[in-house]
């Protein structure tokens, strides 16, 4: 890795200080070596040259070649040419081609804080839509913070409603996905507490042990949530009746404010006999033995083993 990283900075210094030899050469650029095409293209174009690379950008486009490449040096160019990514957008649908679509989607959240028009609902949305279908997703993050990008601020209700449909079914929401949540929980916390309920179901539902609803503990949701009105609805709702999901999260039995008291899935230890808890094995296999726990009080997640039904079933909750 560090080889590669010295070579990027090898070729932007020499596009800055030699800039012919890479103009006279990207015309015979093949694929195998495009994936040193961004550094190219960003040191000419740090170097002035932009006139000199965008006809050239323009021709791969037109023949197809080297989309990927490219729509990962847009992610960082000043000239940001959103006619570009619009049509690379619709070649990557067209093909479902991944790779371009996960650079679109990249390019879309980091230019957006300077280049807000049009990016969430030309470029973002359908490029995440397609990737998700196929259970790809890639696009929550890891590359970057949510909220220091203008992406998903600002947006109403209609814009929010399709993405969050999304996340109901990605398997983990993780950290970068609970900090894409708080952006939008800060204007829209009811319908991020709605997901929250679906996902609930969803885990329910399915049965499947590598679901997991929520991080273990919350950090970025801690304030958007706790800024809640207390009048708002809670997650009562979406909360099983039967025995067996009693222990869909008392921290959330409540306004939002109450749902802070304790870490999701963290019982409270009293002094009293263990028991069988079953409730934080979210990656339990059938077989798994359960662990022993202190039995949990008023606001605890943990129930006797007994209350589970049939211990063979593989519950993960």
Request: aromatic share 8%.
């Amino acid at each position: 890795m560090a080889t590669f990283l010295g070579l990027q900075e090898f070729i932007k210094k020499l596009a800055a200080a030699q800039p012919d030899i890479l103009l006279d050469w990207m015309p015979r650029l093949n694929d195998r070596l495009a994936n040193w095409l961004p550094s190219m293209l960003q040191g000419l174009s740090d170097a002035g040259h932009g006139a000199a690379v965008n006809p050239r950008i323009e021709t791969w486009v037109g023949e197809d070649r080297h989309l990927s490449s490219i729509t990962w040096y847009l992610q960082f160019a000043e000239a940001f040419r959103f006619d570009l990514v619009a049509t690379i957008t619709a070649k990557g649908l067209a093909a479902k081609d991944d790779q371009v679509l996960q650079n679109v989607a990249v390019a879309a959240a980091r230019q957006s804080t300077k280049h807000p028009d049009g990016l969430f609902d030309a470029i973002f949305l359908p490029a995440v839509q397609s990737l998700s279908s196929r259970g790809l997703f890639g696009w929550v993050g890891g590359m970057f913070n949510w909220d220091q990008l203008g992406l998903l601020k600002g947006l109403s209700a209609e814009q929010v409603e399709p993405l969050l449909a999304l996340i109901i079914d990605m398997p983990r929401l993780g950290t970068n996905g609970e900090a894409l949540l708080a952006v939008i929980a800060h204007e829209h916390v009811q319908a991020v507490i709605d997901l929250i309920g679906q996902r609930f179901l969803r885990e329910r539902e399915t049965g499947d042990f590598r679901y997991e609803d929520l991080p273990h503990a919350l950090n970025y949701l801690r304030a958007p949530l706790a800024a809640a009105p207390v009048e708002m609805p809670t997650l009562s709702k979406w909360r099983p009746r039967s025995p067996a999901n009693l222990s869909y999260s008392a921290a959330f039995n409540g306004p939002p404010t109450t749902w802070l008291r304790q870490p999701r899935r963290e019982a409270r230890r009293y002094a009293s006999q263990p028991i069988n808890c079953f409730c934080n094995q979210n990656t339990a296999k059938p077989d798994a033995r359960p662990i022993e726990m202190a039995a949990a009080g008023p606001e605890g997640c943990c129930v006797p083993r007994s209350s589970w039904g049939s211990s063979q079933s593989g519950i993960t909750r």
